[in-house]
Antibody, heavy 120, light 110 residues
Framework: QVQLVESGGGVVQPGRSLRLSCAVS????????MHWVRQAPGKGLEWLAV????????YYAESVQGRFTISRDNSKNTLYLQMNSLRPEDTAVFYC?????????????WGQGTMVTVSS | QSALTQPASVSGSPGQSITISCTGT?????????VSWYQQHPGKVPKLLVY???NRPSGVPNRFSGSKSGNTASLTISGLRAEDEADYYC??????????FGGGTKLTVL
C-alpha cells in the first residue's frame, strides 16, 4: 500500500545539523512532487519545502530558506531534508507528504512524522 | 509570508452547521483554485478533506464542503457530529510557488 515513512529525527544541539529521510513505497515515487511540513508542539502546520518529481525545481518557506535543503533520490525512493544551523524554534514533528490522488499541492498522503528537538 | 487567517475556535451543537473561514490575499487564495482543507485530531496525522476549493477526496463525507469568494475560502461542516471535534487547517498555493497554511481552527462540538 501507499506509505511514507520518515526517519532521522532526534535531539540535536542548537547550531548543529540533521538530515531527515522519507522512504516511499506503494507508488511510483519518481513521478510525484514531494513536500515537507512541520508542526511545533501545540502549534499549527507549517509548510517548509517542495521538490519536483525530477528534483529540478525546489521551493522553500522563508523561515527555512538558506538553512534547509530538500532533495530526493529516485533510485532509492527516498526524500530528504538537510537541516543546518538548527535553532530551538525548529523543534517540531516533521512530516513528508504528497498529492497522490488529489489536486495540486493537496496532501492526501502523509508520513507518520519524525520528532526533532533542538536543545542544549 | 504570514499564515492565512483562520478563527482560533468555533463551536456548534450536534446536527448544526458551522463554517470556518480562511482569509488570505490576491497572492494566494484570491489568485488560485488550489485551496485545501485538513482535519487533525489530537496526536494524529492531518487528513485531507477538500482540495481545489471544493473537491472532496474519496471517502470524505459530503457533510464537508468548501467554497471560495475573493481572498477568503470557507469550509462548511453540516450535520455536526461529536467525531468532527478536531483542529482544521486551510492551505493555499502562492505566487511564489510555495504553499501556506492557516493558523488552524479548533472546532468544539458542544
Amino acid at each position: 500500500q501507499v506509505q511514507l515513512v520518515e526517519s532521522g529525527g532526534g535531539v540535536v544541539q542548537p547550531g548543529r545539523s540533521l538530515r531527515l529521510s522519507c522512504a516511499v513505497s506503494g507508488f511510483t515515487f519518481s513521478t510525484y512532487g514531494m513536500h515537507w511540513v512541520r508542526q511545533a508542539p501545540g502549534k499549527g502546520l507549517e509548510w517548509l519545502a517542495v521538490i519536483s518529481y525530477d528534483g529540478n525545481n525546489k521551493y522553500y518557506a522563508e523561515s527555512v530558506q538558506g538553512r534547509f535543503t530538500i532533495s530526493r533520490d529516485n533510485s532509492k525512493n527516498t526524500l530528504y531534508l538537510q537541516m543546518n544551523s538548527l535553532r530551538p524554534e525548529d523543534t517540531a514533528v516533521f512530516y513528508c507528504a504528497t498529492a497522490y490522488r488529489s489536486g495540486q499541492d493537496a496532501f492526501d498522503i502523509w508520513g507518520q512524522g519524525t520528532m526533532v528537538t533542538v536543545s542544549s | 509570508q504570514s499564515a492565512l487567517t483562520q478563527p482560533a475556535s468555533v463551536s456548534g451543537s450536534p446536527g448544526q452547521s458551522i463554517t470556518i473561514s480562511c482569509t488570505g490575499t490576491s497572492s494566494d487564495i484570491g489568485g488560485y483554485k488550489y485551496v485545501s482543507w485538513y482535519q487533525q485530531h489530537p496526536g494524529k496525522v492531518p487528513k485531507l478533506l477538500v482540495y481545489e476549493v471544493s473537491n472532496r477526496p474519496s471517502g470524505v463525507p459530503n457533510r464537508f464542503s468548501g467554497s471560495k469568494s475573493g481572498n477568503t475560502a470557507s469550509l462548511t461542516i453540516s450535520g455536526l457530529r461529536a467525531e468532527d471535534e478536531a483542529d482544521y487547517y486551510c492551505s493555499s498555493y502562492t505566487t511564489s510557488s510555495t504553499l501556506i497554511f492557516g493558523g488552524g481552527t479548533k472546532l468544539t462540538v458542544l
